[in-house]
């Protein structure tokens, strides 16, 4: 098993910037792609970021590209999301997940996701 738990949501203001992390930890794993999800209110979850581990490939959603940046760091088993100039649309609790494998293509559905963390809520005030 592999457990995940994210930190650094907050509540903050329209332009805003907010960093949020990962630690993955409990079974190790050689290759596995790592991605953020969200999900509002009475809305489905969705694909925000993902990253390959030993590649450091990355993939983005269309509505965060330019503002967000994903990134890891391997000694500490962590996975960061960076976002920046945050709008109301962004407001989401957002997951930290894992996928034990490498791709080739960054999954983008939720059910390629083996695991994921509780989630952290983020709050973006207008």
């Known amino acids: 098993q592999v457990q995940l738990e994210e930190s650094g949501g907050g509540l903050v203001q329209v332009g805003d910037s907010l960093r949020l992390s990962c630690v993955a930890s409990g079974r190790t794993v050689s290759t596995y792609t790592f991605a953020w999800f969200r999900q509002a209110p009475g809305k489905e979850r969705e694909f925000v970021a993902g990253?390959?581990?030993?590649?450091?490939?990355?993939h983005y959603a269309d509505v965060v590209r330019g503002r967000f940046t994903i990134s890891r760091e391997h000694a500490e088993n962590m996975v960061y999301l960076q976002m920046n100039n945050l709008k109301p649309g962004d407001t989401a609790v957002y997951y930290c997940?894992?996928?034990?494998?490498?791709?080739?293509?960054?999954?983008?559905?939720?059910?390629?996701?083996?695991?994921w963390g509780r989630g952290t809520q983020v709050t973006v005030s207008s």
């Open positions: 997940v894992l996928r034990p494998e490498a791709v080739v293509t960054i999954p983008i559905q939720p059910n390629e996701y083996e695991y």
């Open positions: 990253i390959t581990w030993s590649g450091g490939r990355t």
